[in-house]
Nanobody, 124 residues
């Protein structure tokens, strides 16, 4: 059974940076399409970024484009989200998601497995 564990969240001042990690159990990580989503209090979960199994393609929400970078290391079974120039509106619980097979997806219903989430809080 595939399990996803996020880490790297925390409290940071506006303008600061954080790097989130998502470690995936399982021997077929390199075949997974992966993504990051977030959910702020009182709001619906929203897409943040996605990456194909080969890292050949990436997608970003307009709100994070130019500030966040998604990447993956298939040898380490780990996906990353480098978040720079953080804003208070980036405050949310961040979730990583995996889909066995396929290429790249920006909708939450496309993903099979989810992590437990990690809190990111950006103070003004």
């Amino acid at each position: 059974q595939v399990q996803l564990v996020e880490s790297g969240g925390g409290l940071v001042q506006a303008g600061g940076a954080l790097r989130l990690s998502c470690t995936v159990s399982g021997r077929t990580f390199r075949s997974y399409a992966m993504g990051w989503f977030r959910q702020a209090p009182g709001k619906e979960r929203e897409f943040v970024a996605a990456i194909s199994w080969s890292s050949g393609s990436t997608r970003y929400a307009d709100s994070v484009k130019g500030r966040f970078t998604i990447s993956r290391d298939n040898a380490k079974n780990t996906m990353y989200l480098q978040m720079n120039s953080l804003k208070p509106e980036d405050t949310a619980v961040y979730y990583c998601a995996a889909r066995v097979g396929g290429y790249i997806y920006t909708t939450d219903y496309a993903y099979d497995t989810w992590g437990q989430g990690t809190q990111v809080t950006v103070s003004s």
